[in-house]
């Protein structure tokens, strides 16, 4: 479909519509931002205790610390702008700041995902080669890879936001609830099907690449819980592979529920979509730190000592 159906016109600031058809929109903006705060909360807890415990500096903390970086950026990117919305009633968003956080925005929901990759094989090397563990994955090469993680996502979305910044703009109206890259191409003078192609190409690598290689690796783990005879190394085991799929599911069944429901044929409208899309920007990033303070043995045990106010001794 050509453009020139379209009036072209320069677009200094969208408007943000996503919620004019809410009625209670004050209680929905006070209930993001106390996720909002809580995210930052315990994601900053979770930083701190590990940066500050040498006992801590190892792999599997390193990820975690990586994964607390990456839920503070994406949930930023999309709740600030919501509560601005909605508590502030400010709508109006500059095309530059829209932008930016659309690229920080997918940049995070990429990087997450590679995220828990990362810690999903480091589980499987620790639980399948104990006694190698420590002479594979390393500090430096986790950190190694870790920043490979950042600069595929960075890579990525340097295409994909070059596309979104290369449209014409015509509707300076974003219909959504935050800015992305398929509220923006949609407020495009142009025919947004063709523009949906590469971030399709983005959620089947995610989807279809990422994620079954996630769910292997915990067959692989759960397989070998299974053959353990010590039962207090199988319950350890088990907690820990717990708290990855609880972490895990957070993350992807939002987006599976809305990729099922389109492919059997439900059409989901504006109100539903917006549901989702809330549901899976800001759920997995306050479940992320909620889990891993209170499931994971050491850091509860850190946080237990700052609230009995133990004193905590490092340890090099």
Same mark, same amino acid.
């Given at each position: 479909?050509? #453009? %020139?159906?379209? &009036? =072209? ?9 996503? /919620?004019? @058809? $809410? ?11 106390i996720?909002?705060?809580l ?24 990820l ?5 970086v990456?839920?503070?950026?994406f ?12 508590? #502030? %009633?400010?709508? &109006? =968003? ?9 690229? /920080?925005? @997918? $940049? ?7 995220a ?24 430096s ?5 870790i ?18 910044d ?11 609830v ?65 708290s ?41 990033s ?21 609230f ?9």
């Amino acid at each position: 479909m050509a #453009a %020139e159906n379209y &009036t =072209v016109k320069n677009v200094d600031s969208f408007i943000v519509i996503g /919620f004019d @058809h $809410l009625q209670n929109q004050k209680l929905l903006g006070f209930l993001i931002l106390i996720t909002y705060m809580l995210t930052l909360l315990g994601n900053g807890i979770n930083l701190c205790i590990i940066s500050t415990d040498r006992q801590l500096h190892k792999p599997m903390y390193i990820l975690i610390c990586n994964l607390a970086v990456v839920d503070i950026m994406f949930s930023s990117t999309c709740s600030t702008t919501m509560i601005s919305v909605l508590l #502030a %009633e400010i709508k &109006t =968003v500059s095309y530059y700041s829209c932008i930016s956080r659309t690229y /920080f925005y @997918h $940049l995070g929901d990429i990087t997450v995902c590679m995220a828990l990759s990362l810690m999903a094989t480091d589980r499987l090397i620790a639980i399948r080669l104990p006694l190698r563990y420590h002479s594979i994955v390393t500090n430096s090469r986790t950190c190694v890879f870790i920043l490979l993680t950042w600069l595929i996502a960075f890579a990525i979305m340097g295409v994909v936001i070059s596309v979104a910044d290369s449209v014409p703009y015509c509707q300076p109206v974003i219909k959504y609830v935050f800015c992305d890259y398929p509220s923006m191409i949609r407020a495009a003078c142009v025919n947004p099907e063709p523009y949906f192609f590469l971030p399709a190409m983005i959620n089947l690598w995610l989807l279809c690449g990422q994620f079954p290689f996630i769910m292997c690796t915990y067959a692989v783990l759960v397989y070998s819980v299974t053959r353990l005879s010590n039962n207090s190394s199988k319950r350890q085991m088990i907690s820990t592979c717990s708290s990855h799929l609880i972490v895990l599911f957070s993350y992807y069944a939002p987006k599976l529920v809305s990729v099922l429901l389109t492919r059997i044929g439900v059409v989901l409208s504006l109100t539903e979509r917006n549901a989702v899309t809330i549901v899976a920007s800001v759920v997995p990033s306050l479940i992320n730190p909620t889990i891993y303070c209170t499931r994971t043995k050491e850091i509860r045990k850190r946080l237990a000592d700052v609230f009995l106010h133990k004193r905590i001794v490092p340890q090099s």
